[in-house]
């Protein structure tokens, strides 16, 4: 057993409130020792055990790894001309996905793979360890098969997302799409997936169409988390509470009492500012949900037609800019709001039993993130403790 001491560390963000000040722990001149992909001591640098090998972090801030609980990495094609119309003013309605559909129905599962990893790896070099990965965009019993065990072999953290919209044919149909996402569509590919998610918004799923959705996936073993409140107010957020979904996401359109309900509730609400900013849309007010007492999450959202960025440094910017975040809230809410949302404990912190899941950035501290939006900071990323974006030369 080979064991690590990372050291001549800037700041070290733990997320651990025991350990120093605030939420996120925040530790100077500290050092952390890995050993079988696992944290096994944090402290004081001058206090560090003997390890078998040094990692010299150069000064550089040290964070635990962005956690994306929510992303939609299995499709095809290019929706840029999309994206180019609705800066001219068209805007956005859940419809655009179905130009999507038709693209990744009719991907090949290995083309489907490449891209999958491809956008992995760039979530990646910009600092996310953990990366669920949705469905959704093959809206067939046959392509949301291939489209999951897809994301099957990309992740751990998959969703079933089959209600994300009714696919053309179905367009006057809701009912029998909900019947066979139900019948046909969970059954199949509940074996590949760990999430059953669902739409739960204009144009996509009535509330009493996202409650057969979801209920039929957590029947079959799924955990539920919901898309919710995003264009106008709704019934997502009460649906997620009720049926104790790990999170709601999106959460822009909130009355009292969904507000009321978040903070009363292990609901978890993530916010996706890369969607507004794509579209133009209305931010969530994160920080109406964190005076209240809600457990807010910070994701990217990668997809194709509202939000193609696999930047969490950049939604932490926005975050801070334009939610109203402090850029200690922004920072806890990527990695331990992210890993709240994925009902995680083993991830998403700098702690001793933690997955040795981190990142190094070119900064002093993580005030960075928001202090130079834009900027490619994350200089190192280790995954269970194994190097995956190298700090330099001899971190291979």
Not at 120 to 132: D, V
Not at 346 to 358: C, K, L, Q, S
Request: proline share 5%; glycine share 8%.
């Amino acid at each position: 057993m080979t064991s690590r001491l990372f050291t001549n560390i800037g700041s070290l963000v733990t997320n651990d409130p025991t350990l120093d000040r605030g939420p996120l722990g925040v530790l100077e001149n500290a050092a952390f020792v890995v050993e079988q992909g696992r944290i096994i001591w944090v402290g004081a640098a001058s206090q560090a055990p003997a390890s078998d090998r040094c990692i010299d972090v150069g000064g550089r801030a040290v964070l635990p790894g962005f956690v994306e609980s929510h992303s939609h990495l299995v499709f095809a094609g290019d929706r840029s001309h999309e994206f180019a119309a609705r800066m001219e003013g068209k805007p956005y309605e859940a419809g655009g996905i179905r130009t999507t559909i038709e693209a990744t129905r009719a991907a090949s599962a290995a083309e489907l793979e490449l891209n999958t990893r491809s956008l992995m790896q760039e979530y990646t070099r910009a600092g996310a360890t953990t990366i669920e990965v949705k469905t959704g965009y093959g809206q067939s019993a046959e392509s949301e098969l291939k489209s999951v065990q897809v994301a099957a072999a990309c992740t751990d953290e998959v969703t079933l997302l089959a209600a994300h919209v009714a696919p053309p044919e179905y367009r006057d149909k809701h009912d029998e799409y909900v019947q066979m996402v139900v019948d046909t569509m969970i059954p199949e590919c509940a074996p590949y997936a760990s999430w059953i998610d669902v739409f739960c918004e204009r144009g996509a799923f009535s509330e009493d169409e996202s409650r057969a959705v979801l209920q039929a996936g957590t029947a079959a073993g799924l955990k539920a988390r919901v898309h919710g409140n995003q264009l106008t107010y709704g019934a997502g957020v009460q649906l997620a509470v009720e049926l104790g979904a790990a999170s709601v996401d999106h959460v822009v359109y909130l009355t009292d009492a969904d507000v009321d309900a978040l903070a009363n509730s292990s609901t978890v609400a993530t916010v996706l500012p890369g969607a507004d900013f794509s579209t133009r849309g209305t931010y969530p007010d994160a920080r109406r949900l964190l005076d209240a007492g809600a457990t807010v999450a910070l994701g990217a959202d990668c997809n194709p037609g509202t939000s193609f960025t696999t930047s969490i440094p950049f939604c932490i910017a926005l975050a801070v800019r334009d939610l109203h975040m402090s850029p200690d809230e922004a920072v806890w809410a990527a990695t331990a709001g992210g890993a709240a949302a994925l009902g995680r404990t083993d991830i998403g912190a700098i702690t001793v039993g933690a997955r040795a899941d981190v990142l190094a950035l070119e900064a002093p501290n993580h005030l960075h993130l928001a202090y130079r939006p834009g900027v490619p900071l994350v200089a190192g990323v280790w995954k269970d403790g194994q190097t995956v974006v190298p700090l330099n030369e001899e971190d291979n």
